[in-house]
């Protein structure tokens, strides 16, 4: 009985782990994408005025809050999604803390063309692309926690934050691994910073066309 439980958990955490994966590879090839598309796209509000510069200053703090919400999620959840249901800090009010950071640091990204349509496009772009690693992973956790995790779906919801149902809750243990993991998925939003000034140098100087303009 003994060794059908440990390989019970290992199944889980197994299954648990392809789902990361893909959360993962999902967030990389829409950043790749996104900023391939942008290289011939520029703002209407030209590179050094105050508006451009000013919506790419609301893109580095969105980044930020993103990684911040990222590594605080993290501490929370240290590798226990597999085998209990997390219900403190950002668990608390969202069910899906990590997905929710990283549309906002994705909406950080497209703010940096200095858009209000970049910050629209890439939330509501990485948000859709997430929903779907959302609902296969409450699938997979819904057989592998059973009752538990069905009340927990009952009471918090599946992505928008609901600040009234916050409690802190419990950390538990966690690896610091897991943590350094998270905070160095995280800095690829940060290469956006460097990559998107580059690009309105080359747009500005006639290296790079531009093909189409975001409000």
Known sequence: M?????SDVKDVKHGLGNYQQMRR????V???VLFLALLFGQST????TPVHETIEMFGVLLIFLGIVGRLWATLYIGGRKSSEVVTGGPYSITRNPLYVF?????AGVGAQIGSFSGIILFAVLCAGAF???????????KEALGAPYADYLARVPRFFP?????????????RPSLLLTTLLDGLVFLIALPAFELIDGAQLSGMLPVWFRLP
């Open 2 to 6: 003994a060794n059908e439980k440990v």
């Open 25 to 28: 590879l999902v967030l990389a």
């Open 30 to 32: 829409l950043v790749v």
């Open 45 to 48: 509000f030209p590179p050094d």
């Open 102 to 106: 990283s549309t906002v640091a994705a």
């Open 131 to 141: 929903h779907i690693v959302i609902l296969r992973e409450e699938k997979f956790l």
């Open 162 to 174: 609901k600040l009234s149902l916050y409690q802190e809750g419990d950390t538990g243990s966690f």
